[in-house]
């Protein structure tokens, strides 16, 4: 299983970023997908996860509403969309794949099986 983070930039606030995860050696359908970030001296952090079927997506209180999370299953591609980019969202971003999590522990990072590498977001004020 291999995922493939890319996307991340610099940008000032307000600005906009599409973050993209090739997942490969995977049925991507079947697999729950996450985004984390994780700042400087803090730990890592619930962003955004998708459900299997992509008919449900959760979100963190800090990006609800400027964060969107999609995928492309024939692309086998998670995207996160990020508008209103504020400095907080400052951070390493991270895409994340489980098979056979449950609703509740979407947001626990150490549920998730799998993870890319790993893109930078900086954003400036």
């Known amino acids: 299983v291999q995922l493939q983070a890319s996307g991340g930039g610099s940008v000032q606030a307000g600005g906009s970023l599409r973050l993209s995860c090739v997942a490969s050696?995977?049925?991507?359908?079947?697999?729950?997908m996450g985004w984390f970030r994780q700042a400087p001296g803090k730990e890592r952090e619930f962003v955004a996860a998708?459900?299997?079927?992509?008919?449900?997506?959760h979100y963190a209180d800090s990006v609800k509403g400027r964060f969107t999370i999609s995928r492309d299953t024939a692309k086998n591609t998670l995207y996160l969309q990020m508008n209103s980019l504020e400095p907080e969202d400052t951070a390493v971003y991270y895409c994340?794949?489980?098979?056979?999590?449950?609703?509740?522990?979407?947001?626990?990072?150490?549920?998730?099986?799998?993870w890319g590498q790993g893109t930078q977001v900086t954003v400036s004020s």
């Open positions: 994340a794949a489980d098979r056979s999590l449950m609703l509740s522990d979407f947001r626990v990072w150490s549920r998730y099986d799998y």
């Open positions: 050696g995977i049925t991507f359908s079947n697999y729950v």
């Open positions: 998708s459900n299997r079927r992509s008919s449900n997506s």
